[in-house]
């Protein structure tokens, strides 16, 4: 290649710069115009699975193209986010995101390859539940109260289960009620809920932390007894059931419920962001999801971009808090 021509390649490279914006826009005002992929980041059968497989065709019909739901596993959620970071921000990859791969990956892993908040646009949080402290029923205690009057006389005995592994909800969860409560507990991890329900109803491990959608047909049909939610309020679903924070020890505990939201990569032109908001908030009031979102525990909510930009700031900011305070590390 001669002189010339190698001079010549820096003005190539900035004038597809410059052009990339430009068709993005254009490609806005006939946005969509061929079939979405809407990332899953684990694999199917899981709660997220569920949300991406009820949402995912009523937003095609809403946007009059296919939307085909992608299921990427492994890594806590993070293979599936990244792909779409590193997608062409255009509005045709999407993922459904939760706070694990979103707020707390990066805490407690350097090498994760994105930032949550910075490379993914937010559309609109679609809803969470609250996670619940349950053990089988072997465990004597009857209530939140005898539960951690036991644990206090018995420092370094008892041991709970994450349903996620380290540096999932669960067990943020349940380091923050260690912190708050100054206990003397043991973190177990596992890979899913699946793998939690027959050593905690075989009585090989004391307690789990796992979302309430998980946990709820067992504490309903008797299998597993519950201490509390991990939500502000008691959940309607199981309203006998405490809230943690209602207990003197556990005040100071903060909003540990786990949620979920749709999310595009950054640089997505606004007016298709705004598209998909309007999309899928309007997905979101469809009586038929609303019915089955309530009978899996989940409270919806729908958002703005905006909105939904503030309420993953403030918890990434409380995950912060107790990745610090625990000294979590990726393991």
């Not at 684990?42 to 949402?55: C, I, M, P, Q, S």
């Not at 209530?143 to 008892?158: C, I, V, W």
Request: aromatic share 6%; proline share 7%.
């Amino acid at each position: 290649m001669n002189r010339r021509k190698l001079a010549r390649i820096p003005y190539l490279m900035l004038g597809l710069a410059c052009a990339l914006p430009i068709s993005l826009a254009r490609g806005a005002d006939n946005y969509p115009s061929r079939a979405l992929t809407l990332v899953v980041p684990y694999v199917a059968g899981g709660a997220v699975d569920f949300l991406g497989r009820l949402t995912g065709p009523r937003l095609a019909e809403r946007l009059g193209q296919n939307v085909v739901i992608e299921n990427i596993g492994g890594a806590s959620g993070t293979l599936g986010a990244a792909k779409v970071v590193a997608a062409r921000p255009d509005g045709y990859t999407l993922v459904i995101g939760s706070g694990s791969e979103i707020s707390v990956a990066k805490l407690i892993n350097p090498n994760v390859s994105y930032d949550g908040e910075r490379d993914l646009a937010p559309i609109s949080l679609l809803g969470s539940t609250p996670q619940v402290l349950v053990s089988g029923t072997k465990l004597t205690a009857k209530t939140l109260d005898e539960l951690l009057a036991a644990m206090r006389a018995s420092p370094g005995k008892f041991s709970y289960a994450s349903a996620g592994g380290v540096g999932s909800p669960s067990h943020l969860a349940g380091e923050a009620i260690r912190l708050a409560a100054s206990l003397d507990i043991t973190h177990v991890p596992y890979k899913g809920a699946g793998q939690v329900f027959p050593d905690l109803m075989g009585g090989h491990i004391e307690l789990a932390l796992m979302t309430l959608t998980s946990a709820m047909p067992h504490i309903k049909s008797g299998k597993l007894k519950a201490f509390g939610v991990t939500s502000p309020k008691r959940s309607q679903e199981i309203p006998n059931v405490p809230a943690l924070a209602e207990h003197r020890s556990l005040a100071s505990l903060a909003d540990m419920s786990v949620w979920w939201g749709l999310f595009a990569p950054a640089k997505t032109p606004a007016p298709i962001l705004q598209r998909l908001n309007k999309e899928f908030n309007d997905v979101l009031k469809e009586p038929v999801v609303i019915d089955k979102l309530h009978a899996q525990g989940i409270t919806i909510v729908g958002s703005t971009p905006a909105e939904f930009q503030t309420f993953i700031r403030a918890d990434t900011e409380n995950y912060r808090k107790i990745v610090r305070s625990a000294n979590i590390q990726a393991q």
